[in-house]
């Protein structure tokens, strides 16, 4: 229900590539010259910052919660909790601050010459009159993206609004869900027998196995989807999505 060992070494190596490729990314973005300040802000103290939060929280999970983790405690499962947090805000805010960037430095507006409304700006296949406006090839990169966004959106809406994302300490299947309710039912027949219910406890304790998953809602349509692969998708997509967008920058500003 883990990683392979070739899975662990290829997250390592994939994770240092994409390390350096955020960090040049930063730097460009850092280096930049904006036409409008409110674009400048955006870039430098928006995405730029933004895309080091997420660097952190990637690095700080991986090292908290390393792949080939088969049994963490309970405080390590929190810490990592608490930075996929702070790692999912801050991606769906660079996306946004991406959008952002874009619509003011290139000045884009509604067809009746007004600025654009707030709902107006994004990269989403909802976000027609800004897709629009970028270079073919973007738009197909974003095209291709699509399930990534709803992804995203679903998952960071959860977090804002509905259930928290976690990480479960366990992973049952279907003879081990039943064990596991069955212990249920002995826990609650013994709670005037202190020593019982421990041993009870004990032993439902065991039941499952650690897997490196997230989740938010059974019931609101999620799936569950493992931490670290889905973290380094995440990683490489944000910073795909800020290095064609320096690029259209540099197209519009020539």
């Not at 990683?3 to 997250?11: A, V």
């Not at 959860?158 to 309710?181: G, M, Q, T, W």
């Not at 938010?216 to 064609?244: K, N």
Request: proline residues 4%; glycine residues 4%.
């Amino acid at each position: 229900m883990g990683y392979s060992q070739g899975q662990i070494i290829q997250f390592q190596d994939t994770l240092i590539h994409w390390t350096d490729r955020s960090s040049d990314l930063i730097d460009v973005l850092l280096a930049r010259n904006y036409h409008q300040p409110r674009a400048e802000e955006i870039a430098k103290h928006g995405l730029a910052r933004r895309l080091q939060m997420i660097r952190h929280c990637i690095r700080r999970t991986f090292e908290i919660l390393p792949p080939e983790t088969t049994e963490p405690d309970r405080d390590d499962l929190m810490d990592a909790t608490a930075f996929l947090h702070t790692f999912i805000f801050n991606l769906y805010g660079a996306i946004d601050n991406a959008a952002r960037l874009w619509c003011i430095e290139a000045d884009l507006r509604l067809a009746s010459g007004k600025p654009l409304r707030k709902f107006d700006i994004g990269l989403t296949q909802n976000h027609a009159i800004v897709r629009s406006s970028l270079s073919a090839s973007f738009q197909l990169f974003l095209s291709n993206i699509n399930d990534w966004f709803c992804y995203l959106e679903s998952y960071r809406h959860a977090l804002a609004h509905r259930i928290p994302l976690y990480i479960p300490p366990k992973c049952l299947n279907a003879d081990e869900v039943r064990k596991f309710e069955r212990f249920n039912k002995l826990l609650d027949n013994s709670t005037d027998t202190p020593d019982l219910y421990k041993q009870h406890h004990a032993e439902q304790a065991k039941i499952g196995k650690f897997s490196p998953q997230i989740m938010h809602s059974y019931s609101d349509g999620a799936r569950p989807i493992f931490l670290h692969a889905q973290m380094i998708c995440d990683y490489s997509t944000v910073i795909e999505i800020g290095e064609w967008m320096t690029k259209e920058l540099t197209i519009m500003s020539a």
